[in-house]
């Protein structure tokens, strides 16, 4: 399965939306104007992850993971690299403790980042679906990718198709990208996708 | 799996909110969907001093209204969308504010990091629940680990910014030894040419006087290298010690003038003074002061063409002394003028290769001047425009008599043309000496003006030679072997003067420090020669001592 092109613009700009309250969210929040963008977003069935994310997240990864469960269910994770999940945290702590490495207060305030992201992606979703999805408190975990895709992997039976957002935060003249991806089975992705037609073509009306 | 009746079911949810209630290491508060409190744990009662029995049933925003200041009510409207938010220490510092021990952390408020969950029953958010952690130690101890690994990244950089520093110095030394090696190897090659032909015998006599005067010349412009290296190397290690006295500036800079006169008229260079008499006098010490003087003379005679002029001056500039050299000569460039006073660093090699030197004498010059509290600076309109060197010394009020310079720097004087003073005629000098090369230079230049030398090579033999040869003058080397020059002098001095205890003496040696001369002069020694000792120079000197004969 594969995203149309119109179907793609119209997930971009969703997420855009979601973005834009992000980012005031988190401008207001550290005082310092944050703009969080959403160049590309692509489809791609879980077996392609490894590949999809090798190349751009070499090393350790900081993932910030929340699971999702309702009518619509399934995995949300914010994945940074190790330079760039340090780097994010020193620009939104406005470089009080610059380091260069994540230690417990550094990982609360990525996890904290993370949660707001996800939820504000996963409640736009919601709200367009109609739908009330629960989420569990959010976990940060640094590991390798491979660690990180064999424990969500890991005993899906289903076949599951991969929501990959690329993201950018942009602080201060810096820009610290990562990818956002949502893991979803088939029959949430259908849903998701006939809605997000639905809302293409009443916006085409409005 | 075991079957829990509703009963137990009951029992485990009772037991649950007991644990909860009592035992549970997190503040636990429990709202309903309108945010009024249903639970407030012990440990919050414990650290908000504040009983459950006083917040039940109250609205959460109302019993804490700075929440709704700090904008934090917006993180339970959206918990009760269904939402879970995380509030991180670092962004927030506390959800509720409650006290903690200052003095073990620092912080006047617990630091806390709080979750806040909805509860869901059949889809819908019918409550909150949030859990407050104490951090506060954590964030006292991250915030010292942090100070600490700044520190030690400081310290590495200082530690990295030291070692290049110490790598450029030493790539500096390496460079000046190379130079310097080569500088010294120069003359010596000339000198050896010019000896091993004169040891064959096969030179005539014209062929023969050359040979000499190429390796006088030779050794003089070595003697001068190595009088150079000595004074960098003394200015280096802070052991340059000025002998400083209230002097007047024109006699010193006419010595000077005295001195490279020769090399001057050489190059056919026109040396001309404007002398203001009433410039100084200064605090300084005069043979330094000469020194620097004649660096720069030297230094506009190498570098002005032959035909050239070379200007000295001067003259009173408020309240300081601005002594000028200016020449007519080849000029600096615009981009070496700021380094012309660097030590080791010499302008392009092609120059120094055509002029010679190794570039030491300007930055002695700065050296010595900034000791006198001086500056000094160079000025030139570009390459073949001259240059002009401005020497400034802050003037003094007059405190006490002027002393005049009293030596001369070595002069390039023929040995055969020492004039000799008629005093010299006919006296005797006891030479004590334990190289037999400088004895016989000695006794050479003496008996050239008529005087009767003995030549000894250690203090006992001195002692015996004062006894039998009755000397008129004395002159020892002070580094003797056994005995050296103070314990010979104080022997001579212990004895009567019917058995020669007050004949004149100078002292010779190498060690010409300030401190070196005050120790020969007070040890009983009238007059202080620096080696390596200049013909004239110690013909002057015996006669100086001759003038005191009958005096003590």
Partial sequence: MELTDRQSDAVSELINIAFARTGAALSELTGQRV???????????????????????????ASIHQVFAGPVAGDALLLLNHDGAVRLTDLLTDGQSPSSRLDESAREVLTEVGNILLNACLGMFGNLLDVHVSFSVPRLHLETLDELLDSLLTGKGEPQYALVIYTAFQIRDSAVRGFLVMVLSVASLDRLIQEVEAWEERQGQA | MTKTGPNEETLLDAALLRWMNDLAGHGILITDADLNIRAWNRWLEEHSEVSAAEVIGRNILEVYTELEKRRLDRHYKWVLEGQTRVLSQRLHGHLLPLPTDTSLSGFTEMQQTARISPLIHDGRVIGTITVIEDVTERVAREAELQAQVEARTQALAREKVARREAEEANHLKDEFLATVSHELRTPLTAILGWSNMALTGKLNAEAHDRALETIHRNAQSQNQLISDLLDVSRIISGK??????????????????????????????LLTTELDPR????????????????????????????????LVRLESVGSQVEITVEDSGIGISREFLPHIFDRFRQADPGTNRMHGGMGL???????????????????????????????????????EEPVMAERTLPTAINPLEIE?????????????????????????????????????????????????????????????????????????????SEHGGQTPAAALTAYVRAEDRMRVLRSGFQLHVPKPIEPAELVAVVANLATRLGKG
């Fill in chain 2, 361 to 399: 004498g300007l930055s002695i010059v700065r050296q010595l001047v900034e000791l006198h509290g001086g500056t000094v600076r160079a000025e030139s309109e570009g390459e073949g425009k001259g240059t002009t060197f401005v020497v400034s010394l802050p003037f003094v009020a007059l405190r």
């Fill in chain 2, 420 to 496: 000799c003073p008629p005093s010299l005629q006919g006296l005797r000098v006891l030479v004590v000496d334990d190289e037999a090369d400088t004895r016989e230079l000695l006794r050479a230049v003496l008996e050239h003006c008529k005087s009767e030398v003995v030549t000894v090579g250690s203090a006992s033999e001195a002692l015996e030679a004062l006894a039998q040869f009755r000397p008129d003058v004395l002159i020892s080397d002070l580094g003797l072997p056994e005995e050296d020059g103070y314990v010979l002098i104080d022997k001579v001095r212990a004895l009567s």
């Fill in chain 1, 35 to 61: 703009i969080l963008n959403a160049p590309e977003v692509s489809m791609h069935p879980t077996a392609e992850l490894p590949k999809v994310l090798a190349k751009f997240l070499p090393g350790e990864i």
């Fill in chain 2, 240 to 269: 340059l010690r000025l002998d400083l006295r209230t002097v007047e500036l024109p006699p010193i800079i006419e010595a000077a003038i005295e001195a490279t006169r020769p090399a001057a008229d050489a190059k056919d260079i």
């Fill in chain 2, 279 to 310: 410039a100084g006098p200064i605090n300084g010490d005069a043979d330094r002061l000469q020194q620097v003087i004649w660096n720069l003379l030297t230094n506009a005679i190498k570098f002005t063409p032959g035909g050239g002029r070379i």
